[in-house]
């Protein structure tokens, strides 16, 4: 069983690599690009805004504003060539209700001699001369005849050219007609991937608004708590700063995914590193020491602080629970509490600091 699942496997994963690359080979690069960039626009505009990252979220408001500026020039261009459709249809109308009149008229020209012929029909055959008297008379009978005649001739000549008109302009209009109503659905559709697309991004701007409001709420309520923090560290932690700037050396404190990185962020200072991940995810210590707190902290929530000597710590917040104590001393690696969200937090995630000589410097110096 075992084998014939390895074997259908491989067959599968050969089939993808045939296939993959007559995928890519069927679509020029522009369509290919065009494709790109659409996927791309229809999963920002799928993005979880409480879920995402602020670095997403901001990915995905440049995304969807790529596409609605993109789909707002669709939209004018839709619309100049729908005007022009519109304006080849109404010049083929006026050219067939023209020709439309001219055949009219004809008609109504021949219809009248029809009744007139009819009406005062011929009494004898002009071409028998002998039969009247007044040979000057038949041949100015025979004249107006043949002249009737040729005129008849001339208005069905002109019938037969009118119709054959009538139905070429006929074509035109209706080829015309069938290019309006494709510019209209053409730029019907572009209005509806605008509209849809500009729903998207205020939906992520909405989603960026709430973050950086929660962000900073809790950058503020982490700044309420620096001065308490810079106390204990000064007074538990080492007291000489070697003056060393991130020396390297930490391992990551938790698995998970970074959501923000250390910085400024809105105006504001972020002290660390947010590394997130389901709640109760163990955290460990980044670097050997001693704990020099373990307790809450407003804004931090359930805090653990460490000191490496040298000037150097570490802090770990929001935890849902802490796995030590004041004074234990940690080797790197060791277990020292859970990722949760107390505090004023974002969402389950642990805030991650390195500091030396109180101050807080980037924790990616310091992490391979």
Request: glycine share 8%; proline share 3%.
């Amino acid at each position: 069983m075992t084998r014939s699942r390895t074997l259908v496997a491989l067959l599968a994963v050969a089939l993808l690599l045939q296939t993959a690359p007559a995928d890519a080979r069927s679509q020029d690069p522009t369509t290919a690009r065009q494709t790109a960039r659409a996927r791309k626009a229809r999963l920002a505009s799928e993005l979880n805004t409480l879920n995402a990252s602020e670095r997403q979220l901001l990915a995905a408001a440049r995304t969807l504003q790529r596409q609605v500026d993109a789909e707002t020039s669709a939209v004018a261009a839709a619309r100049q060539a729908a005007a022009a459709a519109d304006a080849a249809v109404a010049q083929a109308t006026a050219a067939l209700a023209r020709t439309r009149a001219t055949l009219s008229k004809i008609s109504n020209l021949l219809v009248a001699r029809a009744v007139a012929t009819y009406m005062s029909p011929r009494k004898r055959d002009p071409s028998r001369v002998g039969d009247t008297r007044d040979l000057a008379a038949a041949a100015r009978r025979q004249a107006l005849l043949d002249s009737v005649a040729a005129g008849e001739s001339d208005l069905l000549d002109q019938l037969q050219a009118a119709r054959e008109d009538y139905e070429i302009q006929l074509a035109a209009a209706k080829e015309a007609q069938a290019r309006a109503r494709a510019r209209k659905a053409e730029t019907e559709a572009r209005l509806a991937a605008l509209t849809e697309a500009r729903a998207a991004q205020a939906r992520i701007a909405a989603g960026i608004l709430r973050r950086k409001r929660e962000v900073l709420g809790e950058i503020e309520q982490q700044s309420r708590a620096e001065a308490e923090l810079s106390r204990i560290i000064r007074e538990r932690g080492s007291s000489v700063d070697s003056g060393t700037r991130n020396p390297g050396g930490c391992i990551w404190p938790a698995r998970g995914r970074v959501t923000s990185e250390y910085g400024r962020r809105w105006g504001r200072l972020h002290a660390g590193i947010d590394i997130a991940n389901a709640v109760g995810t163990p955290l460990y210590a980044s670097k050997a020491g001693t704990v020099i707190f373990a307790g809450r902290q407003s804004g931090y929530g359930n805090v653990v602080i460490m000191d490496h000597g040298g000037g150097m710590s570490t802090l770990y917040g929001h935890q849902s629970r802490i796995a030590t104590s004041d004074g234990a001393t940690l080797n790197q690696g060791q277990l020292l509490g859970y990722m949760g969200n107390t505090g004023h937090s974002t969402g389950p995630h642990v805030h991650f600091e390195t500091r030396y000589g109180g101050s807080p410097r980037n924790p990616r110096g310091c992490l391979p």
